[in-house]
């Protein structure tokens, strides 16, 4: 086991709402400064079956700062392409239509990516996505 996918299982938990509902069933973390490895367990249960050259591409959009290739050719994350809605404070909204809506955001070393599925908050999930990063960022990560 991965040491990370404690991370994915906190992550889940901070995504409930007041009725116990969770708005992210899947995620993935992968390392922004060398080409995308991922960092949990592929088997893990909720686990995001990102492919390398997905990784990578996030990767290098993170760390150059520029996002045009998401406004181009979609946000690429486990075999689907989303939307590329828009970017703010080193934050990426996407969506998919009857799939739902990724969130991707990075601390200093590594991204973090959530599916919120169809239906459910992408502003719960966006905030649990945010609690995680400035967790990592405040311990240097």
Same mark, same amino acid.
């Given at each position: &086991? #991965? ?11 901070? #995504?409930? =709402?007041?009725? !116990? ?9 992968? !390392?922004?400064?060398?080409? !995308? ?16 050259? @997905?990784? $990578? %591409? ?5 760390? #150059?700062?520029?996002? =045009?290739?998401?406004?181009?050719? !979609? /946000? ?10 828009? @970017? &703010?404070?080193? %934050? /990426?909204?996407? $969506? +998919? +239509? @009857? ?11 590594? /991204? ?5 599925? @169809? ?9 649990? *996505?945010? =609690?995680?990063?400035?967790?990592? *960022?405040? /311990?240097? *990560?």
């Amino acid at each position: &086991m #991965s040491a990370w996918d404690p991370y994915l299982d906190n992550l889940i938990a901070r #995504s409930k =709402d007041g009725a !116990g509902n969770t708005h992210i069933d899947k995620a993935c973390i992968i !390392g922004m400064n060398d080409g !995308g490895s991922l960092w949990i367990t592929a088997t893990h249960a909720n686990a995001i079956q990102i492919t390398q050259p @997905e990784a $990578k %591409t996030i990767a290098q959009c993170f760390n #150059s700062k520029k996002y =045009d290739t998401f406004t181009m050719n !979609g /946000v690429r994350v486990g075999g689907l392409k989303y939307q590329f809605l828009r @970017e &703010m404070d080193n %934050t /990426v909204f996407a $969506k +998919k +239509k @009857e799939h739902g809506a990724v969130t991707l955001q990075a601390s200093k070393t590594a /991204v973090i990516i959530a599916h919120c599925p @169809e239906g459910k908050q992408q502003g719960t999930a966006n905030k649990a *996505v945010n =609690d995680i990063v400035e967790y990592l *960022v405040s /311990v240097g *990560v």
